[in-house]
């Protein structure tokens, strides 16, 4: 990575600075020395390049087909409603879009904003792999990427490059996403060491069919065949589908639509719809400026349900060396 992403201790929050200056010129933030995201010395000539220029090509085939199955899945699912598999695809939603990628994938893994014991950190991971985006290291590797170029030549889902390639053109027929993991690795040398991840990243899928699995036996063994199929539509096609695009849009509606608090180098900003719709990832000009805090909603007022349960994890004694950036007033 560039090693300009810059973070927070809760300890360090007299020490004044910014190296994105507040759009209102009324508030600054208080942040310490640039915490640079681990990478690995051995291959830092390859530089990765994921924009639309570098990676597009054809469709790919397998991708869109289950694109296409899941949003059927989801229309199909409108006509199974349930009281029921409405809350079991809600709690679904809160362990793979929450705890799984925001709190997991996003803060824990690709921003080190916070420490969990190994096994809390493995659970969150295991739950990220519920939202159909892949296991941690091509996730976590491609954000990093994000992050070296955002706006700029080699994002892999700006969208000065089109909406619709921001949002998902970038997945279905992005060939990077199936053809650079090998360059991804200097990205994420943390995870890579790691057995588990790697276990993780290549069998992602076996959380997701367990928990279907599990869905469809429990609902047919509850009340038949027609139970157990919707709950399998509403906690497996339904919610990844929504879930699916939430993530899309802190890609595409956040990078055009919204509030700049912060003058980043990037078009990120701030939109209050789409931090409601993944617990505060919407806050993105926050984030872009001050990455690997782990509070993106810096305002009293900006609804950050991820930072929330780190905060919960921290007061019970679980999550440790909690990064946040703070509005200190001028």
Partial sequence: MSGSLEALTEETCETRGDSSSPASGRLHIAQASPAPLPTDPANTRAEVRMGRADSETGLIWTTTAFMALF????????????????????????????????????????????????????????????????????????????????????????????????????????????????????????????????????????????????????????????VGIGLFLWGIFLRVTLGLHATWLVNSATHLWGSRRFDTKDDSRNSWWVALLTGGEGWHNNHHAHPTSCRHGLAWYEFDPNYYGIWLLEKLGIAKKVQIAKFVRS
């Fill in 71 to 226: 949003h059927l899945g989801a229309i199909a699912a409108l006509f199974f409603f349930s009281w029921t598999n409405l809350i079991v695809a809600a709690v679904l939603y809160i362990f793979a879009i929450n705890l799984g990628i925001g709190m997991g994938y996003h803060r824990l893994l690709t921003h080190r904003g916070y420490t969990v014991p190994k096994l809390v950190e493995y659970f969150l991971a295991v739950c990220g792999t519920l939202s159909l985006e892949g296991g941690p290291i091509g996730w976590v590797g491609t954000h990093r990427v994000h992050h070296q170029h955002s706006d700029h030549d080699g994002d892999p889902h700006t969208p000065q490059e089109g909406t619709w390639w921001s949002h998902v053109g970038w997945i279905i027929s992005g060939k990077a996403m199936h053809s650079e993991t090998i360059g991804l690795a200097r990205y994420v040398p943390d995870l890579t060491r790691d057995r588990f991840y790697l276990w993780l990243s290549k069998y992602h899928w076996i959380p997701m069919v367990t928990v279907a699995v599990a869905l469809i036996t429990i609902g047919t063994l509850a009340g038949g065949i027609k």
